[in-house]
């Protein structure tokens, strides 16, 4: 069965950083380019980044401003993302998702982890 | 960045009503690199369409996709209880964006 169990959320201070990590499990996850994506409390959906299967191709929302870095380890079926210089518009649930092989839409999502930035 | 600007904020329907829901771009979306996702409360959102109107696997076909260009549509016919949630459209023709979603309530 197809999965992505997102973790590394939390509650974290004005100015941190914070690594959240997104475990796949049923599928070839190599084969995949993978997203986050994040939501605000009440908000709508933002993307803020992929990465290709190979890791060597990223792209990131240009609302980030190089704070945060995307990353990959196909070896352990796994997808990071380094938040850093964080700040309360960061606050949100973010998600990892799957582009699904000849599509380029997200054809699989986690549930979700939830990163709150507060003082 | 193409802005996708979705329309109506809130469709109010009964269960068995039809829904339309309209997603407009600034800019073309050519190679109708455009999807809808349904988002339930607490729960991550499911993709519905992609490349405009090809339903995902194990989407029911009361919902279809249309549109071309700057202009798309998702179009519920015969509500089901279920399907009460917000709908969000999708580019991935340059870069990634999303609209801003449509809440499809009950009346």
């Known amino acids: 069965q197809v999965h992505l169990v997102e973790s590394g959320g939390g509650l974290v201070k004005p100015g941190g950083s914070l690594r959240l990590s997104c475990v796949a499990s049923g599928f070839t996850f190599s084969d995949h380019y993978m997203n986050w994506i994040r939501q605000a409390p009440g908000k709508g959906l933002e993307w803020v980044s992929y990465i290709s299967g190979g890791g060597n191709a990223t792209l990131y929302a240009d609302s980030l401003r190089g704070r945060f870095a995307i990353s990959r380890d196909n070896a352990k079926n796994s997808l990071y993302l380094q938040m850093n210089s964080l700040s309360v518009e960061d606050t949100a649930v973010y998600y990892c998702a799957r582009r699904g092989l000849g599509m380029r839409a997200f054809d699989m999502w986690g549930q979700g982890t939830r990163v709150t930035v507060s003082s | ?107």
């Open chain 2, 1 to 107: 960045e193409i802005v996708l600007t979705q329309s109506p904020g809130t469709l109010s329907l009964s269960p068995g009503e039809s829904a339309t829901l309209s997603c407009r771009a600034s800019q073309s979306v050519s190679g109708n690199f455009l999807a809808w996702y349904q988002q339930k409360p607490g729960q991550a959102p499911r993709l519905l369409i992609y490349a405009a109107f090809r339903r995902a696997t194990g989407i029911p076909d009361r919902f279809s996709g249309s549109g071309s260009g700057t202009d798309f549509s998702l179009t519920i016919s015969r509500l089901e209880p279920e399907d009460f949630a917000v709908y969000y459209c999708q580019q991935y023709r340059t870069s990634v964006t999303f609209g801003g979603g449509t809440q499809v309530e009950i009346k």
